[in-house]
């Protein structure tokens, strides 16, 4: 009996976040993303009203930085993308580097792209339900069959 490693597909939400579409890193971005196993399945240009932003990000309402979080990602457009590959959480995570752009590690992409942990370029989900209810905030069904 052969004893392989068993790699199931995954679906992760990325967001290219108003501080990096103001840069006009959407391109680079993207490019750094297809440069890797991760494919797009899905992808969109959005604004996000505040309380839009707030049911995003929901599980933070109590944290201190709630409210400039929220202000910040509605003061923009946004990019969101559906992105796809064996392992894509922690894959998109690894390419993003650590949430604090300081702290990332070079060639990251917040590393890259970030000025400061409240305008860090890029945004993603972080475990498997999260990651589905993330890219059903976004993105239908429809859009997201594989
Ligand atoms: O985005 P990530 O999952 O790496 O970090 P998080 O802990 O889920 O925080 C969500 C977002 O809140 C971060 O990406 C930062 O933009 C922001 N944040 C902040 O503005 N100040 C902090 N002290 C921590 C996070
Ligand atoms: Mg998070």
Redesign the pocket.
């Known amino acids: 009996m052969s004893v392989g490693l068993i790699v199931s597909m995954e679906q992760t939400l990325a967001i290219i976040?108003p501080d990096a579409v103001a840069a006009r890193r959407i391109g680079v971005i993207i490019a750094r993303i297809e440069a890797t196993e991760l494919e797009v399945k899905g992808v969109r240009l959005i604004r996000l009203k505040k309380c839009e932003a707030e049911g995003f990000?929901a599980?933070?309402r109590e944290?201190?930085?709630?409210d400039?979080?929220t202000t910040?990602?509605s003061s923009g457009p946004i990019i969101v993308l559906a992105l796809e590959a064996p392992d894509a959480i922690s894959r998109w995570?690894r390419l993003?580097g650590?949430?604090?752009p300081a702290e990332a590690d070079p060639g990251t992409l917040?590393r890259e792209y970030g000025t400061?942990?409240?305008?860090?370029a890029?945004?993603?989900?972080?475990a498997e339900d999260t990651a589905a209810s993330e890219l059903s905030y976004f993105f239908s069904a429809i859009e997201l069959r594989q």
């Open positions: 976040k990000y599980v933070h944290k201190p930085f709630f400039s979080l910040f990602m995570r993003m650590a949430t604090d917040r400061s942990i409240d305008r860090n890029t945004h993603g989900s972080d």
